[in-house]
């Protein structure tokens, strides 16, 4: 008896397939489809080095603190408009409603605090805050061209702040182990942070600085 051959269809073309696996075919072809599939599904999504760095920035300077300088002003209330610095127990004196802490909100909550407060004498007047000065600073000290107090009105690297004192002195400076001195819950960190590789390129992800960091630039260390 002669055994009875197969043709089936491919990509390669029509192929001569045993009689045994004919009746396989069907569920072989649709396992191969479903592993093309999956194959070709796109990887998981995973936040770029960019919206990383936007997010460590926010934190740097968008807390008011005492000493900064505010403006409160309403759009029709205008006698009840204020510019005035915050208080060193962290407070401003508003006409009409009195002591209102401001130190250690945004702006944003802030705004909502007075909206708030103010509610029962303005209806639904419109109060804007703004910041109109910062009393955050930063201190640098060390091998660098003009060390002392740098105002922090906007998020700042460690690295700009370097550039902020007029640069660093090449023929002293070691930016391989440049020190941020940082108090944080009533105990003082430190930081460890090595710019020469930040100015290579090898690092990209920038430390961004608190108020009152203190940075530190060390001199090199010369053996003769």
């Known amino acids: ?39 070709a599904s796109p990887p998981p999504a995973f936040p770029s080095a960019g919206a990383l760095e936007i997010r460590n920035a926010n934190y740097a300077t968008n807390l008011l603190q005492e000493g900064d300088t505010v403006s409160v002003e309403f759009q029709y209330t205008t006698n009840f408009n204020s510019l005035q610095k915050i208080s060193m127990d962290g407070t401003l004196i508003l006409s009409s409603v009195g002591s209102v802490k401001a130190a250690g909100k945004t702006v944003e909550e802030l705004q909502a605090e007075l909206t708030r407060v103010y509610k029962p004498q303005i209806k639904d007047d419109v109060v804007t805050v703004k910041l109109v000065s910062s009393a955050s600073s930063l201190y640098i000290a060390g091998a660098v061209i003009r060390p002392g107090k740098i105002p922090m009105d906007r998020p700042m690297t460690a690295l700009e702040a370097v550039m902020e004192a007029g640069g660093w002195d090449p023929s002293r400076a070691k930016l391989s182990d440049v020190t941020v001195l940082r108090l944080e819950d009533g105990k003082q960190k430190t930081y460890t942070l090595n710019l020469s590789k930040t100015l290579q390129g090898a690092n990209d992800q920038p430390f961004y600085l608190r108020p009152f960091d203190i940075i530190y630039v060390p001199q090199k260390t010369f053996n003769y």
């Open 1 to 39: 008896m002669s055994q009875q051959t197969n043709f089936t269809s491919s990509g390669l073309g029509w192929v001569r397939i045993a009689p045994r696996w004919a009746a396989l075919l069907p569920a072989l072809l649709g396992v191969l489809a479903i592993l093309m599939t999956g194959c």
